[in-house]
C-alpha cells in the first residue's frame, strides 16, 4: 500500500507561483509520478508526469509555465506552478504508478487563481 499527502495548494493572483509536493510512503516501487486536476464542472486531467528515469510530459497550456520534478530518495514529486492563470484553478491530485501497475492517489490540494 502506498500513502500520499500533497501541500503547497492555495490562493494566489494571477501571475503569481506555487509549488506542491507530495511524499510517498508505504510499500514503494514507483515508476510513474504525476498530477493531474479537476476543476468544477470538468474532468480530471494529466496536467504533468514523469517516469523514473526519462523526461517529463505536460498537457499543453502548461507548456513553459509549470515544471515536475522529483526526488528519487525521498519518493517526493514537485510541480512548480509559475505565470498562474485563473484557468488553472482546480483540485489538483498527486498520483503514483507502481511497478506493478498499481496506481495511488492524494487527497487533493486546492489551488485557486484570481484574476
Known amino acids: 500500500q502506498v500513502q500520499l499527502v500533497e501541500s503547497g495548494g492555495g490562493f494566489v493572483q494571477a501571475g503569481g507561483s506555487l509549488k506542491l509536493s507530495c511524499a510517498a510512503s508505504?510499500?514503494?516501487?514507483?515508476?510513474?509520478m504525476a498530477w493531474y486536476r479537476q476543476a468544477p464542472g470538468k474532468q480530471r486531467e494529466m496536467v504533468a508526469e514523469?517516469?523514473?528515469?526519462?523526461?517529463?510530459n505536460y498537457i499543453d497550456s502548461v507548456k513553459g509555465r509549470f515544471t515536475i520534478s522529483r526526488d528519487n530518495a525521498k519518493n517526493t514529486v514537485y510541480l512548480q506552478m509559475n505565470s498562474l492563470k485563473p484557468e488553472d484553478t482546480a483540485v489538483y491530485y498527486c498520483t503514483v504508478r507502481t511497478i506493478f501497475q498499481a496506481q495511488y492517489w492524494g487527497q487533493g490540494t486546492q489551488v485557486t487563481v484570481s484574476s
Open positions: 514523469k517516469t523514473r528515469v526519462s523526461t517529463a
Open positions: 508505504g510499500t514503494i516501487s514507483i515508476n510513474v
